[in-house]
Nanobody, 116 residues
């Protein structure tokens, strides 16, 4: 079973940047669409960005123009470049397959805190 490990989070000031990584223990080409999700305290988990195997991307309106998702199928890794961060971006960030069928278990996530 593929395991997912997210990293790269931290504390950053408003306007700052972070690059998140999601390393899979197996091939991510099994999953046609990979997504980055986030969950803030008291909120449901929401998808913020997705990318197909071929590199087509989609973004939530709240992050469009600020976040960039990418994937390296050879390295079995998905990235999320986050620029112009806002306090409302504070959340635990996860990656996973968008399709629920055959989806790996959720990883621990990585905490992103945007605060001055």
């Amino acid at each position: 079973q593929v395991q997912l490990v997210e990293s790269g989070g931290g504390l950053v000031q408003p306007g700052g940047s972070l690059r998140l990584s999601c390393a899979a223990s197996g091939s991510i080409t099994t999953f046609y669409v990979m997504g980055w999700y986030r969950q803030a305290p008291g909120n449901k988990r929401e998808m913020v960005a997705s990318i197909t195997k071929g590199g087509n991307t989609n973004y939530a309106d709240s992050v469009k123009g600020r976040f960039t998702i990418s994937r390296d199928n050879a390295k079995n890794t998905v990235y999320l470049q986050m620029n112009s961060l806002k306090p409302e971006d504070t959340a635990v960030y996860y990656c996973n397959s968008v399709a629920t069928s055959g989806r790996p278990p959720w990883g621990q996530g990585t905490q992103v805190t945007v605060s001055s």
